[in-house]
């Protein structure tokens, strides 16, 4: 798109050093619908569900034949409680977003100013959602997002975009942790696949994503049945 024909599609945004701008398509899901459909198929398949008993020691499920650790950046956790030295380690990254009390006419992949990575800027119920920041931590809780990220993603946010958005704009903030295999000191380079490893009856699965998550799961049930 020229430069005319981004700021057509998106008003806010700055004219100044704008060159112009691509299109692309990409999907937004619902990550709780989608995950209650996955629950809803395995129990219509006869599968029985247990929520909210948390595993502390895999020797708790000493009865059962096979066990699939697939509690994301919880994972090494449990590992640790088998032993052996792990497979794989994990890497927690944090992401952080905020969303800004403004609605946004269509959604935005722009450059962080003076950084080596993208931010997005979507249209989510209404509303502005800003993300995302990659800071990684020493353990898998979620502590939140941290002032200086809800600075970061505003000020990426007013680079490029009018009006200005003040931190009294900001009417949500979430965060969320990813379980990223340990495989570059940058998190933004770090490989976004995943792994398995198999110790007795357990297989542990470490990393994954949404849009990778029924490739694996089938995989892993091929590997537990084997
Ligand atoms: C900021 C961010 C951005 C992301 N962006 C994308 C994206 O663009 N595209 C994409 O496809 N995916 C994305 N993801 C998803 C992500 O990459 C993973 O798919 C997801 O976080 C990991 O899913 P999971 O099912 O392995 O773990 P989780 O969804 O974290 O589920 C693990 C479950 O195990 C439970 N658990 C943990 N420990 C125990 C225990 N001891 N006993 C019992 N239960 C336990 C937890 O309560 C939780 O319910 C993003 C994630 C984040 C955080």
């Not at 700055?14 to 701008?21: F, T």
């Not at 008993?53 to 009865?63: T, Y």
């Not at 490989?191 to 089938?218: M, N, P, S």
Request: glycine share 8%; aromatic share 10%; charged share 20%.
């Amino acid at each position: 798109m020229s430069t005319e024909q981004a700021i057509k599609v998106q008003p806010g945004l700055k004219r100044a050093d704008l060159q112009g701008a691509y299109t692309f398509y990409d999907a937004q899901m619902d990550d709780e619908a989608l995950g209650q459909w996955v629950v809803d198929q395995f129990c219509s398949a006869g599968g029985h569900l247990h929520c909210g008993q948390e595993i502390s020691n895999i020797d708790e499920l000493d009865a059962f034949d096979r066990i699939v650790n697939a509690t994301g950046p919880w994972a090494s956790k449990l590992r640790n409680t088998q032993p052996g030295q792990p497979a794989y380690e994990l890497d927690w990254v944090r992401g952080s977003h905020i969303m800004l009390d403004r609605p946004c006419s269509m959604a935005m992949l722009l450059q962080v100013p003076g950084a080596k990575r993208i931010f997005f800027v979507l249209p989510y119920k209404d509303q502005t959602l800003v993300g995302t920041t990659e800071i990684r931590q020493t353990s898998p809780d979620n502590p939140g997002p941290s002032e200086s990220e809800i600075r970061y993603l505003l000020a990426a946010y007013n680079h490029y975009l009018t009006p200005f958005a003040h931190s009294g704009d900001v009417a949500a903030t979430f965060s969320g942790v990813r379980p990223l295999i340990r495989s570059a000191d940058n998190p933004s380079d770090a490989t976004r696949d995943w792994a398995f490893e198999r110790v007795g009856k357990v297989l542990h699965i470490y990393g994954g994503k949404w849009t990778t998550a029924q490739l694996q799961g089938e995989e892993a049930a091929q590997r537990i049945l084997q």
